[in-house]
């Protein structure tokens, strides 16, 4: 089990910049994932980017590839959401988790979140 921690949010504008962090406590098997999801008001969460903690495989939702960029540093257990050209749909929770092993469907640890708006 890991504690996750996320911050970085905040008010920007359209075009603009942010980077997102997740402190993770704890130790992540190699087999595991960690990811960013978000949840817009009146919304479903929804998934945005995974990396694989050994392998550094990453994945991307198709509404923020190009724009978006994940990584971590294992050395720091630290991940972080790179995201650039930011649009007012991309104003979410964004939400840190884990999973323990990469086949699982489940995510097995969250973060609290942190509040990303855009504004046109």
């Known amino acids: 089990q890991v504690q996750l921690v996320e911050s970085g949010g905040g008010l920007v504008q359209a075009g603009d910049s942010l980077t997102l962090s997740c402190e993770v406590s704890g130790r992540v098997p190699t087999t595991g994932v960690m990811a960013w999801l978000r949840q817009a008001p009146g919304k479903e969460r929804e998934f945005v980017a995974s990396v694989s903690w050994s392998a550094n495989t990453q994945s991307y939702a198709n509404s923020v590839k190009g724009r978006f960029a994940i990584s971590r540093d294992t050395a720091q257990n630290m991940m972080y959401l790179q995201m650039d050209s930011l649009k007012p749909e991309d104003t979410a929770v964004y939400y840190c988790?884990?999973?323990?092993?990469?086949?699982?469907?489940?995510?097995?640890?969250w973060g609290q979140g942190t509040q990303v708006t855009v504004s046109s």
């Open positions: 988790a884990a999973k323990y092993k990469y086949w699982h469907n489940v995510w097995n640890d």
